[in-house]
């Protein structure tokens, strides 16, 4: 159990003593649905909460909220979490609803066990025949994504279900390779299922094809922002691909993306120009003279433009898109650094 972290609905946790009590923590997370999408599912099905996806969509919100206060406990030095509570609300109105779930416990720092269990010492003794058909089905679904076999719906429903880490690289790769357009269907399989796969595997494969702008567009609608990531590739020298990725987001913020941030804002603040200010002598048939601002490409601008009015570069190389990349970041860190101590 060393290094591990524990949630507990009980007061106590068996065999762990309670060392400090730290605070009372909660969080709440509101997530918008059309309920009546649901309308698929049978009455009974739908009233008594057996409906597969508003199941699923609970479970989401769910494991965002638990890990949200997870989080915060950490934050404040914490390695348990005892008294662990949730509520599910359905607040509604004109065809719309949204669903909240509040999570509540407190953070406290316990004495680890020490004792870990080997795979060898965990015993199955028998298995299900439904445990038995999903490991069937799993073990197919990977294999066929792996041999570039277009994802079904069907393998959709499985995986945002059981989401499986071990197909990212093949399901990024076949995203790669197909055209978006003539493949829109199976283009939005891939994004559903990543978009379902908890980021911290999906980030650190994703990250390593952002040379392809179609990857760089996925990583903005997945909400897969990674203050490292980027400033590793704008470091690396690919500083287009990185500030092309600076207004990404992500579901929520925290202390790391703060400061991940602010190391990026000035690392491309203290790049050097690319463009220079020069005084610039004009020939006999020409008034063109003075001080010219001449952009990396050597093209020569009156000395207050901001962009190149031939490459729209500024002085630092970067496009006017670009520079509101830059800027979403800024105001974003800004917001950010007030609430986060």
Known sequence: MRNEFIMSTTNTIEGCPIKKYIDTICSNIVIGTNIFSD??????????????????KLEIIYGEASKALK????????????GFRVDFDEISGK???????????????????????????????????????????RRYIISQIKDAVPLTSEWVEFLLEYPQTEIIESLIKRYISIDLDYYAEEAANIKQVLSATPPDFVIPVIYQHIEHKKIRILIKECCLFDGESIYETIVKGKIHEGVRLLSATK???????????????ECLNSLPDTG????????????????????ENGHKNPVDSSFCEKCGVNMKGMTEGEVKHIDSLKERYSIIEQYIQ
Do not use: H, P
């Open 95 to 137: 065809d719309k609803s949204m669903f909240m779930v509040s999570v509540s416990g407190t953070a406290c720092i316990i004495e680890m066990n020490n004792k870990e269990l080997s795979e060898e010492e965990i015993i199955r003794t028998s298995i299900s025949q439904s445990d038995l058909q999903k490991e069937i089905d």
């Open 251 to 265: 579901n929520s913020y925290d202390a790391k993306d703060l400061k991940w941030m602010k190391t990026i804002l």
């Open 71 to 82: 989080q915060k406990a950490l934050n404040l030095g914490a390695n348990a979490i005892v």
């Open 276 to 295: 220079k200010i020069e005084v610039v002598k004009g020939g006999v048939f020409t008034r063109d003279n003075g001080e010219k601002y001449i952009c």
């Open 39 to 56: 309308f698929a599912a049978s009455f009974t099905d739908f009233f008594g909460g057996r409906s597969d996806s508003y199941r699923r």
